[in-house]
């Protein structure tokens, strides 16, 4: 079982930046890919990026590959989501997911950016 909670999230003015934590509960954190997703207002939830378990690899939507970045700290039980340039249609609740199948999820963090 994995526990998982997001901070870092805000208000923040297009162009700015914003990193978002994730920690997790659970022994078996370091075994499992991680990743964020993020859902806008009556929009469905939408892939933003993932991380293999050990960090070798990840892996970004088109629309956040140049300004997000996505890492995990296995120590300290964290993956990251740095934000840079943020647009106004980055607005969202963010959520982290932990798993093969995406099966554990934390209750979201809400970004928004102010044209």
């Known amino acids: 079982q994995v526990q998982l909670v997001e901070s870092g999230g805000g208000l923040v003015q297009a162009g700015g930046s914003l990193r978002l934590s994730c920690v997790a509960s659970?022994?078996?954190?370091?075994?499992?890919?991680m990743g964020w997703f993020r859902q806008a207002p009556g929009r469905e939830r939408k892939f933003v990026a993932a991380i293999t378990w050990s960090g070798s690899s990840s892996y970004s939507g088109d629309s956040e590959k140049d300004r997000f970045t996505i890492s995990r700290d296995n120590a300290k039980n964290t993956v990251y989501l740095q934000m840079n340039s943020l647009r106004p249609e980055d607005t969202a609740v963010y959520y982290c997911?932990?798993?093969?199948?995406?099966?554990?999820w934390g209750q979201g963090t809400q970004v928004t950016v102010s044209s």
């Open positions: 997911a932990a798993g093969f199948t995406w099966a554990y």
């Open positions: 659970g022994r078996t954190f370091n075994t499992y890919p």
